[in-house]
């Protein structure tokens, strides 16, 4: 790190240093060995979606800056409605531009959650912090967006939550599994929307993911959380391209028994690591 700090100093203005690892207790058992600045204070592990909550430090003039994420609840979406904190922020963002008003707009953005429940995370949400500049540019992402669905006929996120609000019109409207199902979905897209506006906001000068056989599937392209982790992995501007350790003791399964035939192959996991490393 102290080598990749002392070559960047000069050439960029500020400089990110990303730490994935599998989950939190790892990470603050290592946070004294990788924060090598003069400010001890560090970027709690957090989910992707929530970094506008957590990244007034950098921006405020700080030259070198430490973030961290856990990869099963910062790329991997598939749980779509996430946690309530997340929507909670996502309510509190599109509240003024999507005129998120009474009821039914807490019914639809509270998912499984009890909508009475909900309002809180609301009205905590309303006293926090939200970086700005991360939020202006998700809004734009989302006008990106819903030109290209009216372009190619396709219903719109904002469209979708209208039909949803009239649907979820009460907390005990009895709905179908589809109109739960259309909800989830329409909550993962706005968390997915998210999570890619905060991964092009990062701009990651050093990447190190700790333990990653933990979690190898962020190496895959094809997978929809390798997918989201290769924008991360891949992030270059002008100044420089972003750069991935990664560690491990165990980088590939060392070796699978004959009656093992239906578990990891050692040589597929050895060849997917070295496709990795060589692109």
């Known amino acids: 790190i102290a080598k990749a700090v002392d070559h960047l100093w000069d050439n960029v203005e500020r400089i990110d240093v990303v730490y994935i690892c599998s989950n939190a207790d790892i990470a603050r058992q290592n946070i004294a060995r990788l924060n090598i600045a003069e400010e001890h204070d560090f970027t709690p592990p957090s989910r992707l979606t929530l970094l506008p909550l957590h990244v007034h430090g950098l921006t405020a003039g700080r030259r070198l800056n430490f973030v961290a994420f856990t990869p099963g ?3 991997d979406l598939k749980s779509s409605g996430g946690m309530a904190e997340e929507r909670a922020l996502l309510w509190r963002v599109l509240k ?3 005129e998120l008003k009474g009821k039914s707009a807490i019914n639809v953005f509270s998912h499984y959650m009890k909508p009475r429940n909900f309002q809180y995370q609301c009205d905590w949400m309303d006293w926090q912090d939200i970086d700005g500049e991360i939020t202006k540019a998700f809004l734009k992402r989302l006008d990106r967006r819903e030109k290209e669905e009216k372009k190619a006929g396709r219903d719109t996120l904002r469209q979708r939550y209208d039909r949803l609000r009239s649907v979820f019109c009460r ?5 179908s599994k589809d109109d739960e199902a259309d909800r989830a979905g329409l909550m993962g897209e706005l968390r997915r929307q998210m999570a890619e506006t905060c991964l092009e906001w990062l ?3 050093l990447i190190i993911l700790d333990e990653f056989q933990r979690f190898k599937h962020l190496l895959d392209h094809e997978d929809p959380a390798g997918e989201l ?3 991360l992995f891949d992030y270059s501007d002008e100044h420089s391209a972003a750069r991935v350790i990664l560690l491990s003791a165990t980088p590939y399964k060392m070796y699978t028994r004959h009656q093992e035939a239906g578990a990891d192959n050692h040589y597929e996991d050895f060849m997917g690591t070295i496709r990795f490393l060589l692109n």
């Open 96 to 98: 003024e531009p999507w």
């Open 203 to 205: 701009q990651p000068d």
């Open 171 to 175: 907390s005990d409207a009895a709905v």
């Open 229 to 231: 982790a290769k924008s």
């Open 73 to 75: 609840t910062s790329f």
